[in-house]
């Protein structure tokens, strides 16, 4: 059983950068895969990147490519969402997710958090 809780979404201007955070408690933390997804209004969840249980295999949206990093310290039970150059299409509540495989699809993911508002506005 995985727990997540994510951190650090909030209001910004294009061009900005943002990292999100999300704190997992549960033995199971560094065995699992991670994924970030996300969801504007009136959308379905959107893969935005996954990452391995070691780190070493990480996996991004196309739209993402280049501007956003995925990273995670097993130590400290938490995943990172590096994101650089945000644009308005950005715009959306950010989940946290773990499972078992990095998955592109949200349906691979057992375990969500609670989600973080990330708002790119002039």
């Known amino acids: 059983q995985l727990q997540l809780v994510e951190s650090g979404g909030s209001l910004v201007q294009p061009g900005s950068s943002l990292r999100l955070s999300c704190a997992a408690s549960?033995?199971?933390?560094?065995?699992?895969?991670l994924g970030w997804f996300r969801q504007a209004p009136g959308l379905g969840r959107e893969f935005v990147a996954s990452?391995?249980?070691?780190?070493?295999?990480?996996s991004y949206a196309d739209s993402v490519k280049g501007r956003f990093t995925i990273s995670r310290d097993n130590a400290k039970n938490m995943v990172y969402l590096q994101m650089n150059n945000l644009k308005t299409d950005d715009t959306a509540v950010y989940y946290c997710a773990a499972g078992w495989s990095p998955a592109k699809f949200a349906v691979d993911y057992d375990f969500w958090g609670q989600g973080t508002q990330v708002t790119v506005s002039s």
């Open positions: 549960g033995r199971t933390f560094s065995s699992a895969a």
């Open positions: 990452i391995s249980w070691s780190g070493g295999n990480t």
